[in-house]
């Protein structure tokens, strides 16, 4: 236990130090974001800021886990999780970046390949660990058994962090800041049940995540990428269901899930009524058209998300 500080530590300093050099290989090699014409014209000044910056995200995971965690089911799993659906964004952005396009995967493959690498993952986990089939239900103080019904569960799971975080990945370190609030409460619900290993696992990705944040928030130097947010909602998941607090996700993660919902509710809007509910989606963007500037919308979103993950901590 004496090394975890020191582990944390270099979690956080990994990215710290390797980010500089990896953004100006980008810069290098014109790897910069491309701004999908139905976004803001607020957001064409960040038109070639470097992206895939969850490459190193993942890299440092990778080194960490490996070498410096003792081995353990339940976090190998996790990070095949965060590892999976970070491949998954990094062939979204390389056919970006290789197409010179604003669009990667289209929807129905990305949605095909996430639902595939859950569902594999999600037997996986069911077959080779004792965690159950059980989940907790918030403020009840109870659970319910799903059965056969967990595999498909999780996989619901699963795929919904993933583009949740990653619709959310639209204002200079709004994800990643949500994340870090996120994972350490799940590290605390993790100490509270006893469960050493996924709370450490959830302390390394919140403190790489605040890494990476020292040049991700605005103005960003560089972007998480699809890469990145599909990576840290893979995490998400996983430590949720890990601790299984599936349920709670809905409520520590609420700005994600608000975030969504937004984006629900517009296109269903819009194709029932033939009318607009936010003046763009996400919200975040309705807000940057109301005339919030940037950084007001990150710090209001992260106070919104820390008192919902106090909440959501409460309700255990």
């Not at 996430?114 to 594999?120: D, G, K, N, R, T």
């Not at 990643?176 to 450490?200: H, K, R, Y």
């Not at 696992?201 to 103005?219: E, H, K, Q, R, W």
């Not at 947010?229 to 599936?246: D, W």
């Amino acid at each position: 236990m004496t090394y975890w500080p020191l582990t944390l530590l270099i979690s956080f300093l990994i990215p710290v130090i390797t980010l500089p050099y990896f953004i100006n290989y980008l810069r290098k090699h014109n790897m910069g974001q491309r701004i999908r014409q139905e976004g803001p014209d607020l957001h064409q000044h960040k038109v070639g800021t470097p992206t895939m910056g969850g490459v190193i995200i993942i890299l440092t995971l990778i080194i960490i886990i490996l070498l410096l965690v003792p081995y353990n089911k339940y976090v190998l799993w996790s990070l095949i999780i965060t590892v999976g659906f970070g491949l998954i964004g990094l062939v979204d952005d390389l056919i970006k970046y290789l197409k010179k396009r604003s669009l990667g995967l289209l929807t129905m493959q990305k949605l095909l390949l996430q639902i595939a690498l859950a569902f594999i993952v999600a037997y996986g986990v069911q077959q080779s660990t004792d965690l159950g089939t059980e989940i907790y239900i918030p403020f009840l103080k109870n659970s319910i058994d799903l059965g056969i019904m967990f595999v498909p569960f999780a996989v619901l799971v699963m795929v919904s962090s993933v583009n949740a975080v990653n619709l959310t990945d639209g204002l200079d370190g709004l994800a990643a800041g949500l994340t870090i609030v996120s994972m350490f409460s799940f590290a605390l619900i993790a100490n509270i049940q006893n469960i050493e290993s996924i709370g450490i696992f959830s302390l390394i990705v919140a403190f790489t995540s605040l890494g990476f944040l020292v040049y991700n928030f605005f103005p960003a130097q560089i972007f998480l990428g699809d890469v990145g947010s599909l990576a840290l909602g893979g995490a998400l998941a996983s430590v949720a269901i890990f601790t299984r607090t599936e349920l709670f996700l809905l409520i520590i993660a609420g700005v994600f899930v608000i975030e969504t919902l937004s984006v629900i509710f517009q296109v269903i809007s819009v194709k029932l009524r033939g009318k607009i509910i936010f003046k763009m989606s996400p919200i975040h963007h309705h807000f940057e058209l109301c005339g919030w500037k940037e950084p007001k919308i990150i710090i209001r979103f992260w106070i919104a998300g820390i008192i919902l993950a106090i909440i959501g901590i409460a309700s255990i």
